[in-house]
Structures are given as C-alpha cells and as structure tokens.
C-alpha cells in the first residue's frame, strides 16, 4: 500500500508538497522487488482520507496470509498530536496526516482525521498477526513531525520544501484519559529523519520527490539486509545535496538487522 498526498484541502492549513510524485519512484521499485502490480494499492490526495487509509490497513490483515511480505508506504505530512493516553513520555504522540486532518482546531476540528501512531500500530499489529513470524512487514515514513511549512534558501532564492509542521496539534482535555504502555514494534519502520529534525523534498531535477523515497528507490532489493539497507541509505543521503542536517531512522529488534527487508 502506498499513500502519497500532494495538496491538501485549502481550508486545512496544510502547504503543498510532492507526495503524490513518490509514487513515480515506489511503484516501479517495488514491482522490481518482486510484487505484482495488481497487489499495490495506492491512494493519492483525495482518495487518502482517514477512513480509506484505515480501511486498506484492515482490508490488509483480511487478505495476507503467512509468509507474506506486506510493504507500506506514506509520503505526506506529519505532525505531533497531544498524548491522550500517557504512553509517551514527552506528552506527544506522532500522527501521519491524511488529507481530510487539519492543521490546528479550525472549524471545531479536534484531531479525528489525525492518524496517530497508537492507531497506526494497532493496524500494523493486526497484519503481523495474519502473516506469523516468516511474515515481513516494512514500513516507510516519508514524513516528519516538526519542522516549518517551507524554509528560504538565502544562497539559491528557493524554498526547501518540508513535510511537517513546527506546530504542534493540542487536543481538548479528556476527562478521563486511558492510560496504556507503549506498543512492541515487532516490524521494519523506516522514517525520513530523526525526531529533532525535519524531512526535507529532494529535487534531482525538474520535480520534487521524497528524500527517503528517492534513496529506497535507488537502493532497495529485497535480499538485502537490514544493516546493509541502513549503510545505503546513508551513503544515498550523504550524495543527495541538502540545506539542513538529516539523517534516516530505522526502528526494528537488533535481532532482525541481519535478516532481509523482504525475505
């Protein structure tokens, strides 16, 4: 499944990027990995709202079966969003943006399109669940949860593009909030940066795309191991000219570096 938002409604708050474009550089990587393109779901802009999101990750868990490897990509905005339910130690929860959530409580919106982490996980839990431990799942985030709309280059008169917001979403209090530990993450999640940093777009040329989904283009295959996709894609974002410092994150149990992303 692969989401790819590159305008959001106006009323959102949210600036363009160039989600949709990653598309150009996911489909074809990954029908070189081996998928069928008659197994890659995309939704794009409009089609990308909370519910089909949510409803493609279930139809997922219906349709996998063990064994399976299930690739998921999202390449839009991101955003912290209050912890309402105290598994964060900071007080904030990581949300991926659809294109039906707002920027801030605009409209008496308060946060229902969000797609935060502790929903996410759960979704993903569900998948892993249906293919057993032979079963591979991979996630990749081409996000970022801080940051501004867009940054000035003084040296070059353009924008550098960044798919997050500085601007922290802050929910209403809850009377009561339920409080749960965190989640075992027990699959493959690469995000486009560290926390304390921010995502920005790649410009190999005359259009924009995602840093990490240009990088996992250029490099992925499906034998390759965890460590050795981690050392690629360093070296791919040292070579990809930059404004800011960024770094890739690779979240998995140390005990699966060794394996393959994909067998």
Known sequence: MVVGISTYPATSGWSDISGENDFELVVPMLTRCGFAEADITTLANAQATKAAIVGSLQRLALQARRGDVVYIHFSCHGQLITDVDGDEGDGWDEALIPYDAKIDDRGGYNGENHLVDDELNALLAA?????????RVVVVVDACYSGGVSRQNDEAAEEVIVRGARKKFDLLPVAEPTR????????????????????????????????????????LEP????????????????AMPRRYPQQAMFDVEPSLTKQSVMQ
């Not at 998948?127 to 079963?135: E, S, W």
């Open 127 to 135: 998948i892993k669940h249906r293919i057993g431990d032979k079963g």
């Open 180 to 219: 749960r530990e965190s989640l075992t993450i027990d699959w493959l999640c690469i995000s486009a940066c560290q926390s304390y940093q921010v995502n920005q777009e790649y410009k190999p040329d005359e259009v924009s795309y995602g840093r990490l989904s240009y990088a996992m283009s250029r490099v």
């Open 223 to 238: 034998s390759l191991s965890v460590e050795r996709l981690q050392e690629l894609i360093e070296e791919q974002y040292e």
